[in-house]
């Protein structure tokens, strides 16, 4: 079974500093990979989706990457600012392109004005 | 924009009771799904379906069913709440899987068993 590793857990930086946050799988037969934010008490929204034919997408501030053979994804945000405070959780859905998402538990990033 | 709706964001139920968490959307997704998210757990795929009166588990279906009458809405339905269904539940849509669309979730809905 597909197993999706967020570490670390929490991580506090100070505004402006780039960051990344780090997501690995262990099935590298994945159809795409999607990173979400999560603010506290509500859904999540999708900020970026890598098919498993890109190595990479872009959006704004935010740049995701994935490496499918080692089973790792990054997040690199630029120039951090307090409302990218949130958790962040990435999610893999199965090669087989079965419906089922599989999801690490997030990284919950304080951004320190 | 694409609006996933869930009709109750808090509600406090006593054991035993049912349950009905109504899910609503309205970009004609095929998929719906249904998930709950605990603390160090993360997300779980309670159930999901891929068409109208369509269903199939998830990973943790136990203690669950749903119900899709129409496209827009999958409903939730717990028929008999016990202390450890006290989670925050979370609906989703997409579109066709193998499109690799990306998946719309609600705000979520918190419910507390007493």
């Known amino acids: 079974k597909q197993e999706v590793t967020q570490i670390p857990a929490a991580l506090s930086v100070p505004e402006g500093e780039n960051l990344v946050l780090n997501c690995s799988f262990t099935?590298?037969?994945?159809?795409?990979l999607q990173w979400f934010r999560q603010d506290p008490g509500k859904g999540l929204t999708s900020l970026l989706l890598?098919?498993?034919?890109?190595r990479e997408q872009t959006s704004g501030r935010l740049n995701a990457s994935l490496d499918k053979s080692s089973g790792r994804s990054t997040l690199y945000i630029a120039a951090s600012q307090p409302g990218d405070s949130a958790t962040y959780l990435c999610?893999?859905?199965?090669?087989?392109?079965?419906?089922?998402?599989?999801f690490g538990t997030g990284t919950r990033l304080t951004v320190i004005p | 924009d694409v609006k996933v709706t869930q009709s109750s964001r808090y509600l406090v139920k006593r054991t035993g009771e049912k349950v009905f968490l109504e899910c609503v959307q309205d970009?004609?997704?095929?998929?719906m799904f249904w998930y709950r998210q605990d603390p160090g757990l993360g997300l779980r795929l309670i159930y999901f379906?891929?068409?109208?009166?369509?269903?199939e588990k998830g990973d943790i279906p136990e203690g669950y069913s749903v119900s899709r009458e129409k496209k827009e809405r999958f409903s939730l339905i717990l028929e008999s709440a016990s202390t450890n269904q006290t989670s925050m539940y979370l609906c989703?849509?997409?579109?066709?899987?193998?499109?690799?669309?990306?998946?719309?979730f609600g705000e979520g809905s918190w419910l507390t068993v007493v």
């Open positions: 989703a849509s997409s579109f066709t899987p193998n499109s690799g669309n990306t998946i719309y």
């Open positions: 099935d590298s037969a994945i159809y795409n």
């Open positions: 890598i098919q498993s034919s890109q």
């Open positions: 999610a893999v859905r199965p090669g087989t392109g079965a419906n089922n998402l599989f």
């Open positions: 970009m004609d997704h095929e998929n």
């Open positions: 379906s891929y068409d109208v009166k369509m269903k």
